[in-house]
C-alpha cells in the first residue's frame, strides 16, 4: 500500500524551491495537526509590465489533427524535424511509425532528392560519435562526422594493405577519395566486415559473405555519388536563391533612393566608386522591410553622399577635360603661326596649367567656354610662355646643381637627379626613415643630403653654372632613352622615334625633349585628350619634367678633349662657337682599307690613289663625341683628322657612300605634321620621306616646310658619317 502510494506521488522538480516562512511560530504549529493547519504564504505581485505573450504559432496546438497532417505534408524535412522539437507532444506524434508517410510527402517536397537510404534518417542530424552538429553528410559512410571525430574514425588506405590482409576486405567496404589522391574508409565498417568473415566457418560462405558485402559497398558508393550531385546542385539553388534575394533587396533600396532624389547618383556609379553592395547591410539575403530600411537608411545615405560628392567632382573633371579641347585648338593656332620652331614650346599639359588658362576651364558649369572665352588670354600667352621657358630653366640649372655637387662628394648614384616629380618629401622621408632596400637606403640618404647642400648654393655659383650651361663640354644623356627596348611579358616595345637614342645631348634643344614631356603608361589609362598619345605605343603627356636628365660624364669628357684638339678651351667654348668652325672629324682608329673593286670606284670618281690611302669615316663634332664611345674600352682619347670643309668635298667618296648609307634618312626622325600637333592622334617625328606621304591623311598632296610639317626643335640632327678618300701618315 505504500508502495503504491509513493508511486502515486508526483515527480519532484530537481530545482531548489525557494522556502517561504509561516505566518504563525513553531509553538502554534506543534499545537496543531498537519490537516488543521494551512500556512499562509504571501502572494506575489502580478506583474504589470513585461508578462511574456502567447506565441504566434501557439493557436496552432489546438488544430485537428488531420489540418496539422495536411499541413506537414507540404514542409521541408528539415523544417518538420524542427517541428518535432517544439514540444513532447509534437514528438511523439511525429516520431510514431504511423506518420511515416508524412515524412514521405516530406521528403517528396525536395527535388531531386535520391531514394533516401533505410540505414540513415532526417533525425540524424548530430554527429553519430558525439553531441557536435554537423551539417556535411559522409554519404558514402552514411553517417555525419565531426572534423574532430573523423581523426579517430576514418582510416586512410594504404599501398601496403593488400600485403598485410585480405584484399577483399577493403573492397567490401564504402570507400571515398580525400586529398593527395588518399583513400579513407570507417573503421567500424572494416572492422566489422573482419569480424563477420571470420565468423563464418565454410570457404563458400566467406566467399559468399564477401561477394554480397561487394555489391552492398557498390551499391552505396553509386547512390553515395547521386547524393553528392542532388547536394551540389541544391547548394547551387541556394546560392542562386541567396544571390536573388540580395539583388532584390538592392533594387528595393534603389526604389527607396530613387523616391528621395537619389537616382542621378545611381546611374553615374563609376567602376572604381563604392557601390550599395559594397554595405554589408544592403548584401543580406533577407527582403527590405520598413523596419530594416530605418536601421540601415543612415548608413545608405552616407554612403550616398560620398558617391554624390566623387559624381559631382567626376563631372567637373569631365567638364574641364571637354574645355580643354577648345583651349589647345587656340594655342594650335598661335604655335602654327611661328613657324619654324627656334625655341622649346610648351605642350597641352603645361599649357592648360598656365593660371589664366585654369581660371577660364575652372569656371561655373552654366558658363559656356569656347575658342571665343581666350580672346582675353591670346595677348598674354608671350608672357605666359615666357614664364615657362625660365621655370623649366630653372629646373635644368637645378638638376647641374645637383651633378657638381654629387661629383664634388665623390659619390656615384644610381638615380640622375631626384626631384619634386617623383612624388618624395625629402626631409620627411628622410626624417621617418622611408627608404628601399639596404642599399638603395644608403643612396636615398645621399640624393637627401645632396640635395640639402644644394641650398646652400650661392647667388655667385648659380650664375656660374647657367653660364656653364651654354658650353660645348656641357653634354646631357637621357636615361630615358639610354636604356634597353622595354620588355613586357615577353613582348618587346619597338622604342619611340621621337627619341635621342642615347646621343650626346647641348643646350637649349635638351629643353624640347620629348622625353621630358612623355611618360610610359603601358596601359595609356588617361582619358584627357590633351594627354593621351593614341599613335604612340604606350606613351602620354605629361607636364614638363628633367628627372629623366642628367649631365653624362663620359659625354662630357669626349668633348672637352675634342675642343682642346681644336685649339679652343672647353671653360669658354659654347656650341655655336664649335659649329663656327666649320671643321668635320675623321675617325683614325677605323681606317678602311681598300680593295680592288673599291680601289677602281674611287679611282673612277676622279681620286687619287697614293701610298696609305684610306677610306675613312668623317663626323660632325657632335657625332664624333658619340662615335668614340665604340672606342673607349681600348682608347681613352679621341684621335682625329680635323678636315675643313673644302678638302672634305674633294676628298668625299659619294658612290660608296650611297651604297653603304642610302638608308641614312632613317636616323634622322625629326619632321612631324602640323595638322596633328598637340591633338591625341599626333604621331611620333619621321623621316623627311616619311612625312612627305603622310599629309595625304589630311587630303594635302604637295606638303610645305612649316606649312604642313615642321622640324623638331628638341631632336638634333644627328647625320651619318661621310667616307672620305684621304691619306692617312
Known sequence: MEAESSSALPRKSSRIRKKIKPTIDEEDHNGRSDAEFTPVVKQRKPRALGRKKAGKLSSLLELPLDVLFEIFAHLHPADLLKMTRLNKEFRKLLMHRSTIGLWKDALANVSGLPEYP??????????HYCLSTVRTVEWTFRKRICTSCARDQLVKCNRYMYMVSDPDFILAVPTRAGKKQATYYLAEHYNAVEKEYHALETDEARAEYLKQKKAEAQDIMNHAKLCERWLQSQQMSRTDELQKLREERKVAIEKKLREFGWGKDLDNIRRFDLRLEDLKAVRQPHRLTERVWMNIKDSVLELMAGVRKRRLQNELEDLIIARKS????????????????TEPMPEPPNYCAFTAIKDILHQAAEVEVNEHSYADVIPLIPDLIDIWRNDIHSKLIESMQFHSVRRQSGNSLLYSFMDDDYGYDVDSDFEDGFFFGSDEEEEYRMQILLRREMSTLTAESRRQLEKKLALASTVFSCSHCDSPPDDIYGFILPSDNNRASDKPLFYPNILGL??????????????????????????ERRTWTCNRVCIHDTFTTLAGLLIKEVGLDPETATTEDMDNLGLQFACRYCPEELDDKTRKEVEAEGHKIIANTRLLRVYKWREMINHHREHLSVYKEP??????????????????????????????????CVHCRDLDSEIAPVTIDEMKEHPAEHEITNPELNKDYYKEFGIFDFAPPTIAVLSVL
Open 514 to 539: 620629348s622625353c621630358c614631356t612623355r611618360v610610359c603608361t603601358y596601359f595609356g589609362l588617361s582619358m584627357d585628350s590633351t594627354e593621351k598619345l593614341e599613335n604612340q605605343i604606350c606613351e
Open 639 to 672: 684621335w682625329v683628322l680635323k678636315l675643313p670643309v673644302d678638302r672634305l668635298q674633294e676628298a668625299t667618296f659619294r658612290k660608296r657612300t650611297d651604297e653603304v648609307y642610302q638608308d641614312a634618312q632613317v636616323a634622322n626622325s625629326i619632321w612631324s
Open 118 to 127: 533505410d540505414t540513415m534518417t532526417e533525425i540524424e542530424w548530430h554527429c
Open 326 to 341: 577648345s583651349a589647345v585648338r587656340v594655342f594650335r593656332e598661335y604655335k602654327n603661326a611661328l613657324l619654324p620652331m
